[in-house]
T-cell receptor, first 111, second 113 residues
Framework: TQLLEQSPQFLSIQEGENLTVYCNSSSVFSSLQWYRQEPGEGPVLLVTVVTGGEVKKLKRLTFQFGDARKDSSLHITAAQPGDTGLYLC???????????FGTGTRLQVTL | ETGVTQTPRHLVMGMTNKKSLKCEQH?????MYWYKQSAKKPLELMFV???????ENNSVPSRFSPECPNSSHLFLHLHTLQPEDSALYLC????????????FGSGTRLTVV
């Protein structure tokens, strides 16, 4: 099993703060995805990164894929309460379509 | 209705009961998945169906039995479960191509008493 470790596990911040979530593995992934899961719902896809070093932006969220395609980061600028949720990274190895999910980061943004 | 729909949303069952979870997708996807989500554990892949054929079974106990009658429907039949099987069971679908994102349902919260 190729484990994807996310850090931190839990993060509680105030509205307006910036934060970064990390997703690390010893394995190389052909692509990596980030999902957000709100309480009582399933995960929702935020972004897919494919190329080593790739950076994608989604409003206040910035996603980066490591040069070696073993790690990724998610940076949120000026966090809002609506950003609260469980953030999951998920990687694809080789030509497989099956995703391996990370351990998750639970984010709480308070007023 | 669009997306992935799971029913029921909540289920409480005794250890001797038999129940089924249902998943339906209207996205035209050709792959469907069952995941188990427990507290403090990563999402665990249970079963994968591609083009209605089971292509993966991740050492799941036989008390869980999947069924995929067509590309739009997926079931998880449950019997003689244990309390440790209590979890959120998530269904997802995708196009069976590398790098394609999954669309998840809202899950069934299962409690075994």
């Amino acid at each position: 099993t190729q484990l994807l470790e996310q850090s931190p596990q839990f993060l509680s911040i105030q509205e307006g703060e910036n934060l970064t979530v990390y997703c690390n593995s010893s394995s190389v992934f052909s692509s990596l995805q980030w999902y957000r899961q709100e309480p009582g719902e399933g995960p929702v896809l935020l972004v897919t990164v494919v190329t080593g070093g790739e950076v994608k932006k989604l409003k206040r969220l910035t996603f980066q894929f490591g040069d070696a395609r073993k790690d990724s980061s998610l940076h949120i600028t000026a966090a809002q309460p609506g950003d609260t949720g469980l953030y999951l990274c998920a990687g694809v190895r080789g030509t497989a379509s099956k995703l391996t999910f990370g351990t998750g980061t639970r984010l709480q943004v308070t007023l | 209705e669009t997306g992935v729909t799971q029913t029921p949303r909540h289920l409480v069952m005794g250890m001797t009961n038999k129940k089924s979870l249902k998943c339906e997708q209207h996205l035209g996807h050709n792959a469907m998945y069952w995941y188990k989500q427990s507290a403090k554990k990563p999402l665990e892949l249970m079963f994968v169906y591609s083009l209605e054929e089971r292509v993966e079974n991740n050492s799941v106990p036989s008390r869980f039995s999947p069924e995929c009658p067509n590309s739009s429907h997926l079931f998880l039949h449950l019997h003689t479960l244990q309390p440790e099987d209590s979890a959120l069971y998530l269904c997802a679908s995708s196009q069976d191509e590398p790098g394609r994102g999954y669309t998840f349902g809202s899950g069934t919260r299962l409690t075994v008493v």
